[in-house]
């Protein structure tokens, strides 16, 4: 496994433990507790996607 992979699966990894923990906070308290989360989610995935394309390239 190359570490472009190993990143692509940690950074999916880390977005769906924020998006599933920003969800739990929306419906539990309000939408300003789960959004910071949801939004960082939304970082981590734009990261996963971009190391993913970068292992591709290697490959």
Known sequence: MSVHHRAATT???LGALQ???GIVFTAAFD??????LLWTATGS???AWHF????ADNA
């Open 19 to 21: 998006a599933v923990i």
């Open 45 to 47: 995935f734009a990261l």
């Open 52 to 55: 993913q394309r970068k292992a």
């Open 11 to 13: 950074f999916a990894l």
């Open 31 to 36: 939408r300003a507790f789960g959004a910071p």
